[in-house]
């Protein structure tokens, strides 16, 4: 096999799995943008005043109902730290924000199965109590306003614009009357569009990793590395080596589920797959993020102690879905099928590419390009309630 047979190859197998998890992805948007249209993101500082189990319940809520988007988790984290908002709560809140949404349940049960969903949203809040406890014992009080002082200083990370602009909806209606508004259908159409401009470059690159390492990596390789025919020993250096993995992949939201997926068919351990998944808040880039935010110490701290919650909580829930017996046995994972076809895959991305295009044409009629190029804009405070009169409806 030549080398452009190679790179065709993988990049056939990413198209083809990019295929598989269109019509997920456009639905799982879609719902997160209903939610971020009825949430407000105002009143976050003022509901996370310190990192008792209210503030932190309130934290999960928040971060379920927002963008998976992680560097807008990260940015909106610092912005609540900065309006007075608790730091352990407000890393609770970019926790969640990336490991409670529905868009990554939707995916997961498409590529993976069921056991990989139920075990993400279970495995998330025991990490996120893991890292509160961590956080009461060891990060000091010196620390924290080591980090306030540099996160007030609004050094520019990633999806700043993005992170500030609120669209919701004034809580004036009930529910469904604020939802199906014109200016809930516009909001929708805002929140849409821009999570997908946050993360298709993530989407698209952990398509093409998972691609080529489909393509190019013999199953044996994979079986070596996570001990596969030493199910004991493989139990316990998954979880370890798993977030290690995810910081060298450099691929972080839901662009990981992909690599997740061979990963899984190449023998790492369940609980391996889940602390994967949960490493995309310790991601090359975002470490370097974190570094602008809150400096090189507070850099460190959440390294380490992501890590430790991330592997143990993986470890826990590994146990727990041994002992329920819900942990696969085969690992077949849909990672590529050989040709696409006219199944219902088809069929589930049509429709839901037609609900796209009807959101993006609300999108570009109602003043959505402008917003869009703020996206990116340093982080200043962006509000664009859908109360007032800033878009045409």
Request: hydrophobic share 60%; glycine share 8%.
């Amino acid at each position: 096999m030549t080398i452009l047979d190679a790179l065709e190859h993988a990049v056939v197998m990413a198209a083809i799995m990019g295929w598989e998890i269109l019509w997920p992805l456009i639905l799982g948007f879609a719902l997160s943008a209903v939610v971020q249209a009825v949430v407000s993101h105002s009143e976050m500082a003022r509901l996370l005043p310190d990192d008792g189990p209210r503030s932190i319940l309130k934290a999960l809520g928040l971060g379920a109902a927002s963008s998976s988007c992680s560097y807008a988790a990260v940015a909106l984290a610092r912005s609540i730290f900065r309006k007075g908002g608790n730091f352990s709560a407000a890393m609770a809140f970019e926790m969640a924000s990336t490991n409670l949404v529905v868009e990554l349940g939707i995916i997961l049960i498409v590529l993976m199965g069921w056991q990989f969903a139920a075990a993400e949203f279970i495995g998330a809040p025991i990490m996120v109590a893991i890292l509160v406890l961590l956080f009461r014992r060891f990060l000091s009080s010196r620390l924290i306003e080591e980090a306030r002082t540099q996160a007030d200083k609004g050094i520019a990370g990633r999806m700043e614009g993005h992170a500030a602009m609120d669209m919701s909806v004034a809580a004036d209606k009930p529910l469904l009357a604020r939802m199906f508004s014109a200016r809930g259908f516009t909001a929708i159409s805002h929140y849409f569009i821009m999570d997908w401009a946050s993360i298709w470059l993530d989407i698209v690159i952990g398509l093409l990793i998972a691609g080529a390492l489909a393509a190019w990596v013999p199953p044996a390789v994979w079986q070596s590395v996570f001990f596969a025919h030493h199910p004991a020993i493989a139990r316990l250096w998954g979880p370890l080596i798993g977030p290690l993995v995810g910081i060298a992949s450099f691929v972080c939201s839901v662009g990981n589920v992909p690599l997740a997926a061979v990963l899984w068919n190449g023998g790492i351990s369940f609980g391996g797959v889940i602390a994967f998944i949960f490493s995309d808040l310790i991601v090359a880039p975002i470490l370097d993020i974190y570094r602008k935010y809150y400096g090189w110490r507070m850099t460190g701290f959440l390294l380490a102690t992501f890590y430790i919650a991330m592997a143990s909580a993986a470890f826990i829930v590994d146990a727990l879905f041994s002992w329920a017996g819900f942990v696969p046995q085969a690992r077949h994972a849909l990672v590529i099928e050989a040709q696409m076809a006219w199944n219902y895959t088809t069929w589930l991305n049509i429709a839901f590419l037609g609900l796209a295009a009807v959101l993006l044409w609300r999108f570009f009629t109602t003043g959505g390009p402008a917003m869009l190029r703020m996206m990116n804009a340093p982080g200043h405070e962006h509000h664009h309630h859908h109360g007032g009169a800033h878009h045409r409806h």
